[in-house]
């Protein structure tokens, strides 16, 4: 596993990566109202705040705001995506990777090879499957619970005697089954992972309980449900509570700020350039 420091401390020696970190701050200028553009123009980067909460927006001021001008390339917003793919020819061997993109770079910058964390690998053969990822999310927690608190670079391009970078979590995008393992929700075939809307016999079909559908999940409810899983005394139990609840530990809870409903956007991948949202709509 690599260190998060190190790579940041690479990164951050490289001439115009500050820069490059504060051009979304000067873009306000260039976008048009409710319109999302980008990650900036979304709720959780607008009303992040320090103290690690996502506010309304007339509920916080600018000093508040974990992402702001003064703080444009010190304090980070890390996207992460967990994948797996298979490394050889004429063999089944499924291997993983656990990386990042900091999103205060621009979208044509910020997956970039050289601009990319790589947080961790899971060697196989077989996809780590439920909760057993949480043995490789483990490490990587760890690193960003310091992050959180503040972690000084000895040197930068732009600040030679070192400087203090503080960055957070606020999104998860993979696929669903990668997100439900990250995030620790059950399984996408049961139910919705931001609002009560639950399948009847594996299907999610039917219109009579439309006004049910859209009651967004309680974050405090996830958090005190997953703790619970983890005190179960062994498998058949926490099989039973993950069926009631639909809810498992994830690691990535262990970071006070974490969100598993809000930052964890709707896969595009597989709801739009497969057109799984345009088939559901038509069956309707």
């Not at 873009?27 to 996502?54: A, E, P």
């Not at 690998?121 to 503040?150: C, R, T």
Request: hydrophobic share 40%; net charge neutral.
């Amino acid at each position: 596993m690599a260190k998060v420091k190190d790579q940041f401390l690479h990164m951050f020696q490289r001439p115009d990566f500050e820069k490059n970190l504060r051009l979304w701050a000067d873009r306000d200028g260039n976008v048009k109202k409710d319109i999302l553009c980008d990650i900036y123009d979304g709720k959780i980067w607008k009303n992040f705040s320090n103290g690690g909460k996502v506010y309304d927006e007339e509920e916080i001021s600018n000093e508040q705001k974990f992402f702001n001008k003064e703080h444009a390339d010190d304090h980070l917003g890390i996207m992460i995506n967990v994948d797996w793919f298979q490394p050889f020819e004429r063999t089944i061997h499924s291997s993983g990777a656990i990386y990042g993109a900091i999103c205060n770079l621009l979208r044509e910058t910020r997956f970039k090879p050289e601009n990319m964390l790589i947080l961790g690998l899971m060697p196989g053969p077989n996809e780590a499957s439920l909760h057993q990822i949480n043995y490789y999310l483990a490490p990587i927690v760890d690193q960003f619970q310091s992050f959180w608190k503040g972690v000084t670079l000895d040197q930068t391009f732009e600040h030679s005697s070192g400087r203090l970078i503080k960055c957070a979590i606020i999104a998860c995008c993979c696929d669903i089954p990668a997100a439900r393992k990250l995030c620790g929700h059950y399984s996408a075939n049961v139910s919705c992972h931001r609002c009560l809307k639950v399948a009847t016999n594996g299907n999610f079909g039917g219109l009579d309980d439309i006004n049910e559908w859209f009651i967004a999940k309680d974050v405090d409810d996830h958090r005190e449900a997953a703790v619970e899983w983890r005190r179960c005394k062994n498998n058949e139990a926490r099989k039973r509570h993950a069926k009631r609840t639909h809810v498992r530990w994830s690691e990535i809870l262990r970071l006070p700020y974490f969100d598993p409903i809000q930052f964890l956007p709707v896969d595009p991948m597989h709801n739009l350039f497969i057109r799984i949202a345009s088939l559901i709509v038509k069956q309707l």
